[in-house]
């Protein structure tokens, strides 16, 4: 069911809301947090198809802003606000209302928003693309517990990851990071099965991927070792080489859906790892809305060590006392390079 307003306000939403859930049947319908979609026109049917997707796994009341720009100095003046409400089939498995912001109000959607949010339910702000300076200060992404972003979509994907770096604040998150979590599982899972000291790595992946950085930036903070970055034709990060004391181990993703893990003494292995869509990227991210502190970690860690062909250093680390008694004997170094790549 869709219902169309024209000049209308954030009360008369919530009326039809109320209306049209009647209509169809359900006047209570469970949603676990309401999704906030900042976008334009342009990108809005793309963000709202993968939101609508996302909610079979996460009933929520999705709340697309869209910012209409006006064409002469007087439309400017003018503040209108006109809404699209979808219940029912119309909008997976919780409702949708698309927001259209015209003139003076396109600088305060925080004030639309606001009423419009289910009560004691968190709140997730996602920007598809165009993501602010520091969306912790944003109005929008105030009003947040989880704020998402997609270093990927930006003119300049790799100088990006400082400015996410810069400012970061506990509840952020980026869709590059969540890209390479099979990669990062897997890589640890490597490691269970062949338990020895990591002395370097290598990333392989297109040059302007931002998760291709993250990744290897992940493998130089948890293990602290050298990691070199190379560069392939794509599709998005296809090989990560780690050199361990007991050999190499190898995993190599040519085709953007099935890899190969290769370790010593062992046969290659067949892996399933998919190039996913962004509808199972944003379900993976609502599945937390605590504080990532991994991620936190590790787009701090290698921002200023980014820059073609080189390496990513691992930043020295001065040991305590106590930790250099326990790790002394050659025996238990390897349980401790392990555990840190998980």
């Not at 000291?197 to 070792?225: H, K």
């Amino acid at each position: 069911m869709k219902i169309d307003l024209t000049e209308t306000t954030s009360s008369k939403i919530n009326q039809a809301l109320v209306s049209a859930r009647r209509a169809i049947g359900t006047p209570a319908i469970g949603m676990v947090l309401t999704l906030v979609i900042v976008t334009d026109e342009e990108n809005a049917y793309d963000a709202l198809k993968s939101a609508g997707d996302a909610s079979r796994e996460h009933p929520s009341r999705i709340i697309a802003v869209i910012k209409r720009a006006s064409r002469s100095p007087r439309a400017r003046r003018d503040a209108r606000l006109d809404a699209e409400v979808r219940v029912g089939s119309d909008a997976g498995t919780g409702e949708t209302v698309v927001l259209r912001l015209h003139g003076e109000l396109a600088n305060h959607a925080q004030s639309v928003v606001l009423p419009l949010l289910l009560p004691d339910a968190p709140v997730v702000v996602w920007w598809p693309e165009g993501a602010p300076t520091d969306p912790a200060k944003d109005p929008l992404g105030a009003l947040a517990q989880r704020r998402i972003t997609d270093t990927y979509s930006a003119e300049h994907p790799i100088e990006e990851l400082a400015v996410r770096a810069a400012t970061y604040s506990p509840g952020s998150t980026d869709l590059a990071w969540t890209r390479i979590t099979p990669w990062r599982s897997m890589l640890a899972a490597a490691l269970d099965q062949q338990p020895a000291e990591v002395i370097g790595a290598t990333v392989e992946g297109e040059s302007d991927n931002p998760s291709c950085e993250l990744l290897a930036m992940w493998l130089a903070d948890r293990l602290g070792v050298p990691v070199e970055r190379t560069y392939s034709e794509g599709p998005g990060l296809t090989a990560v080489r780690m050199e361990t004391k007991n050999g190499v181990i190898v995993l190599d993703r040519a085709d953007g859906s099935l890899a190969t893990l290769s370790m010593q003494n062992q046969p290659d292995r067949a892996v399933a790892l998919k190039r996913r869509d962004t509808a199972e990227l944003l379900a993976e991210e609502l599945r937390r809305l605590d504080p990532d502190n991994t991620y936190e970690s590790t787009v701090k860690f290698g921002v200023d060590k980014l820059h073609a062909g080189g390496e990513v250093k691992a930043a020295p680390v001065e040991e305590k006392p106590a930790e250099a008694e326990r790790k002394a004997p050659a025996a238990k170094k390897a349980p401790a390079k392990k555990a840190a790549a998980k």
